[in-house]
């Protein structure tokens, strides 16, 4: 009679285990800490930089460490997203073309990595501020990059940079919230008097 059971019991076990298994198994796609993100509130530069914009209060702005050779280059800190994006000014002296064809060299050395570069048109014809947004897509070391112009007087161009491996999944949230700011700064900047 023990050897009965037992060979039930072995029979039961051995049923239940063929029909547990199934060729079901999906793996689970990777997951990423929720990032809380700030409400929006801007400051103006108070500074006596040749240009005016408006950035995020929860954002630093500081002097590149170029300073000295490139007085009106700042970069807008973002601590709470280890992210920076770098400006640099020029001022416009009969090299419109040149700065233009060198900052389209700088957005587009990133094609090796890229998957897509976007083009956003930008113009304040009232403030004679025109521009270019290029968002670029993919695990790129600058996912936007933008420049701005009056086309006669000033040249500013900003890089925004995650100071972390690229990777487009994880900072999608952040990137996309950032590139708000950067709309904001392109649609607040003012030129002034040289």
């Known amino acids: 009679m023990r050897f009965q059971q037992i060979k039930k ?12 298994c199934s060729n079901n198994y999906a793996p689970k796609p990777r ?9 929006k509130s801007y400051l103006e530069t108070d500074t006596a930089l040749p240009y005016s914009f408006e950035f995020p209060q929860y954002a630093r702005l500081r002097p590149d460490n170029q300073g000295v050779r490139e007085p009106y280059w700042v970069n807008i800190d973002f601590p709470r997203f280890n992210a920076k994006i770098h400006i640099s000014y020029k001022p416009v002296k009969n090299n419109l073309y040149q700065l233009l064809e060198d900052n ?23 403030k004679k501020v025109y521009g270019i947004l290029y968002e670029i897509e993919g ?12 086309s006669t007087n000033h040249f500013l161009r900003g890089s925004l940079y995650f ?6 999944d994880s900072i999608a949230p952040v990137l996309d919230f950032v590139k708000k700011d950067i709309i904001h700064l392109m649609e607040t900047l003012t030129w002034k008097s040289l």
């Not at 389209?104 to 009232?126: G, N, S």
């Not at 695990?139 to 009056?150: C, E, G, K, M």
């Not at 100071?163 to 487009?168: A, F, H, L, M, V």
């Open 139 to 150: 695990n790129t070391a600058s996912p936007a990059q933008f420049f701005l112009t009056d």
């Open 31 to 39: 997951g990423y800490f929720r990032i809380s993100l700030p409400e």
């Open 163 to 168: 100071n972390t491996i690229p990777n487009k």
């Open 9 to 20: 019991l072995t029979f039961l076990l051995t049923t239940l285990l063929l029909l547990s």
């Open 104 to 126: 389209r060299e700088l957005a587009f050395k990133h094609t090796v990595k890229a998957d897509a570069i976007k083009e956003q048109l930008f113009e304040a014809p009232e």
